[in-house]
Nanobody
Framework: VQLQASGGGLVQSGGSLRLSCAAS????????TGWFRQAPGKEREGVSC????????YYADSVKGRFTISRDNAANTVYLQINSLKPEDTAVYYC???????????????????????????WGQGTLVTVSS
């Protein structure tokens, strides 16, 4: 397993969780890293992405102001802090890296455009977040 996602769970509406994406066998900060989620019956969507340096980030409109993505290079881990959870945030959350991707976007491309699942080739196994109302 090259990417290990963890931190999901069952929380009440308004609660918080911190998801972790730990990489093994490669330096996570060599690539753009993203968090995606997939709710039952829906397409997998990009939630947040972070550049290699951590200096640029992107958030989907639905999570802006509530989610924060960050890197800890010493721990080779990317985090997603999720606050003010809503029932509609219920989904399996996946972390992903552009490592091994044949579709590497130009670094000048906006993070919003880079946060597209087609550019990500290395995926974690997913962690389930369930928000009760």
């Amino acid at each position: 397993v090259q990417l290990q996602a963890s931190g999901g769970g069952l929380v009440q509406s308004g609660g918080s969780l911190r998801l972790s994406c730990a990489a093994s066998r490669f330096p996570l900060d060599n690539y753009v890293t993203g968090w995606f989620r997939q709710a039952p019956g829906k397409e997998r969507e990009g939630v947040s992405c972070i550049s290699k340096s951590g200096g640029r980030t992107y958030y989907a409109d639905s999570v802006k102001g509530r989610f924060t993505i960050s890197r800890d290079n010493a721990a080779n881990t990317v985090y997603l802090q999720i606050n003010s959870l809503k029932p509609e945030d219920t989904a399996v959350y996946y972390c992903a890296s552009m490592r091994s991707s044949p579709w590497r976007p130009a670094q000048s491309m906006s993070m919003e455009r880079q946060c597209d699942r087609k550019y990500f080739a290395t995926w974690g196994q997913g962690t389930l977040v369930t928000v009760s109302s």
